[in-house]
């Protein structure tokens, strides 16, 4: 084994992924569904050979530590297996870990932590919730949800998941259910709060029974409601959240740390992550930016890395620009003989920014398709969509032209961390749009097309040492516009996986009416400009 080993982290359960790492630095991680255009796809026994090994560079190479999580136990993708398709070191070590020890180590070893309590909430596996004590030494159990003997649903996230496909059937529609909860009243239905017991979560009958109605509240239907869909969710909301506090409360006071890692499919829940952050026990919470399924991948790399490389890890996570770097060939390649489109080439990163300037300030939305991808569900700039804040109309015209979702989504909010106080009323930098905080009332008829109808707004902050160009572009649209914010959203279609490669973001800018695409250093425009928004 190499001094500074070569280690593969493989999440082969929900949201596939994979991560390699050279040491403590992340060479590339990506989910699997950015490969095969499947939203949330699954891991299955053959992924290394079919989708990894042809499109991730650095394979080829001998792998010194293996870890993988989530394979069944009759799965075929075992050591063995992995033999005939990776190259292994003389000496390399491998190993299988559970699902929730992979998040732990995805959570807390990239946190600035000494020592934190752990909590690990999911919908799904067994257990669906665990918590523990952690220090960069050991990893200590402190307890786990517990099924029920009848077999009854149980534990915050299956209550979430019930509660989101009640009203929106389908996979990955949590985050849907958090942004119609605010049109509703969570008193309409009378609901109780759920049943905390020191750290289990039950789910009382008369949620039960509401939930198990088939059909009565999915949104949509023709002899649905829109009040009844959104008082559902805004009891429902209230109740997750009342529940989350009070599972940290119970964990605060059984570790009585003052530092809390959140992971797990709930920590994408941005409403939630805030009062997790202004009215929990903990004075700081770290989420990583990839809290769900996926993240398990860095977690298994993570764990190679310390415990059976015997080497520490220092890797901490700054930004989240962690898929593999897209090569210059590859965007010209994309550009090659598109005669339907005008391809600029302007001299410099201060000219191109000027151009997507004129663009933007004019009412036109844009693409922007920049350096390596994001490894999370959020786009923060390198697979974004980008238009003007200010135009509440702009926010209908993404959501009906652009997503083709519903049209009480809200769009979030990009601005520099060191501006951001100004405008939101935020408790710590949101480098990775985790948290829902509140935007300042004196300019909320500023910022139009990004504040939620309850004056909230799912923030992302672009510090000093982040990425230069959308520096440069907040800062370029605060002199023309005396607003330092943009609207963010992720570039892709509806019910598609945010885009990977060149040719994936050139054919995603055909087919949607978006203005321009910048990919520097060109920037890309339609002969035939769709209609700007109304």
């Given at each position: 084994m190499d001094d500074i080993p070569f280690v593969l982290g493989i999440n082969r359960a929900r949201a596939a992924s994979i991560c390699l790492m050279q040491g403590a630095r992340v060479q590339w991680a990506i989910q699997k569904e950015r490969l095969t255009r499947r939203r949330h796809d699954g891991g299955g026994p053959h992924d290394v050979d079919e989708f990894y090994l042809p499109h991730l560079p650095g394979l080829e190479r001998p792998i010194d530590v293996l870890v993988e999580c989530g394979a069944g136990d009759?799965?075929?993708?075992?050591?063995?297996?992995?033999?005939?398709?990776?190259?292994?070191?003389?000496?390399?070590?491998?190993?299988?870990?559970?699902?929730?020890?992979?998040?732990?180590?995805?959570?807390?070893?990239?946190?600035?932590?000494?020592?934190?309590?752990?909590?690990?909430v999911d919908s799904h596996g067994n257990p669906p919730a665990s918590f523990y004590r952690v220090d960069r030494e050991r990893v200590g159990?402190?307890?786990?949800?517990?099924?029920?003997?009848?077999?009854?649903?149980?534990?915050?996230?299956?209550?979430?998941?019930?509660?989101?496909?009640?009203?929106?059937?389908?996979?990955?529609?949590?985050?849907?259910?958090?942004?119609?909860?605010?049109?509703?009243?969570?008193?309409?239905?009378?609901?109780?709060?759920?049943?905390?017991?020191?750290?289990?979560?039950?789910?009382?009958?008369?949620?039960?029974?509401?939930?198990?109605?088939?059909?009565?509240?999915?949104?949509?239907?023709?002899?649905?409601?829109?009040?009844?869909?959104?008082?559902?969710?805004?009891?429902?909301?209230?109740?997750f959240e009342d529940a989350l506090l009070a599972l940290a409360q119970r964990l605060?006071?059984?570790?009585?740390?003052?530092?809390?890692?959140?992971?797990?499919?709930?920590?994408?829940?941005?409403?939630?992550?805030?009062?997790?952050?202004?009215?929990?026990?903990?004075?700081?919470?770290?989420?990583?930016?990839?809290?769900?399924?996926?993240?398990?991948?860095?977690?298994?790399?993570?764990?190679?890395?310390?415990?059976?490389?015997?080497?520490?890890?220092?890797?901490?996570?700054?930004?989240?620009?962690?898929?593999?770097?897209?090569?210059?060939?590859?965007?010209?390649?994309?550009?090659?003989?598109?005669?339907?489109?005008?391809?600029?080439?302007?001299?410099?990163?201060?000219?191109?920014?000027?151009?997507?300037l004129d663009m933007l300030c004019s009412g036109r939305v844009i693409g922007l398709y920049q350096g390596r991808s994001e490894f999370g569900p959020r786009a923060l700039g390198h697979r974004s969509i980008l238009a003007d804040p200010r135009r509440e109309r702009m926010r209908d015209w993404i959501n009906a032209r652009v997503k083709e979702r519903e049209w009480f989504r809200p769009f979030a909010p990009v601005v520099a961390e060191e501006r951001a106080a100004q405008y939101f009323d935020l408790r710590a930098p949101s480098s990775f749009m985790q948290?829902?905080?509140?935007?300042?009332?004196?300019?909320?008829p500023l910022l139009a097309a990004v504040t939620h109808v309850d004056g909230s707004a799912r923030l992302q902050t672009v510090g000093p040492s982040d990425d230069p160009?959308?520096?440069?572009?907040?800062?370029?649209?605060?002199?023309?516009?005396?607003?330092?914010?943009?609207?963010?959203?992720?570039?892709?279609?509806?019910?598609?996986?945010?885009?990977?490669?060149?040719?994936?973001?050139v054919a995603t800018f055909r087919r949607l009416p978006l203005h321009g695409l910048a990919m520097p250093p060109y920037l890309v425009m339609k002969r035939h400009e769709p209609g700007l928004p109304a």
């Open positions: 009759d799965d075929t993708g075992d050591g063995d297996g992995f033999a005939q398709v990776l190259t292994f070191s003389r000496g390399a070590r491998r190993a299988r870990i559970a699902p929730h020890l992979a998040r732990v180590y995805s959570a807390f070893h990239p946190s600035p932590f000494r020592e934190a309590a752990v909590m690990i159990g402190i307890g786990q949800q517990v099924p029920a003997q009848d077999g009854q649903p149980v534990g915050l996230g299956m209550f979430y998941h019930l509660l989101t496909q009640a009203l929106f059937p389908g996979e990955g529609n949590g985050g849907k259910v958090s942004d119609l909860a605010p049109y509703g009243d969570p008193q309409a239905a009378g609901l109780p709060p759920l049943e905390v017991e020191d750290l289990q979560v039950g789910i009382p009958h008369a949620w039960q029974g509401l939930l198990e109605e088939p059909g009565r509240f999915r949104f949509g239907a023709l002899r649905t409601s829109f009040s009844d869909c959104a008082n559902l969710a805004a009891a429902g909301q209230r109740a605060h006071l059984r570790t009585g740390l003052d530092d809390l890692c959140f992971a797990g499919v709930a920590a994408l829940n941005c409403p939630a992550n805030d009062r997790l952050l202004r009215d929990g026990p903990f004075r700081r919470v770290y989420i990583p930016p990839v809290p769900g399924d996926a993240g398990a991948a860095v977690g298994c790399a993570i764990h190679g890395l310390v415990e059976l490389s015997g080497q520490g890890s220092d890797f901490r996570w700054p930004h989240d620009y962690l898929g593999p770097a897209p090569q210059l060939a590859d965007i010209e390649a994309a550009l090659d003989g598109a005669g339907d489109l005008i391809v600029e080439h302007p001299r410099g990163r201060d000219a191109l920014c000027a151009r997507m948290f829902a905080v509140p935007v300042r009332s004196s300019v909320m160009l959308l520096r440069a572009l907040l800062a370029g649209f605060e002199v023309r516009t005396g607003v330092p914010v943009l609207l963010n959203t992720s570039l892709n279609g509806r019910d598609e996986p945010i885009v990977e490669t060149p040719q994936q973001a």
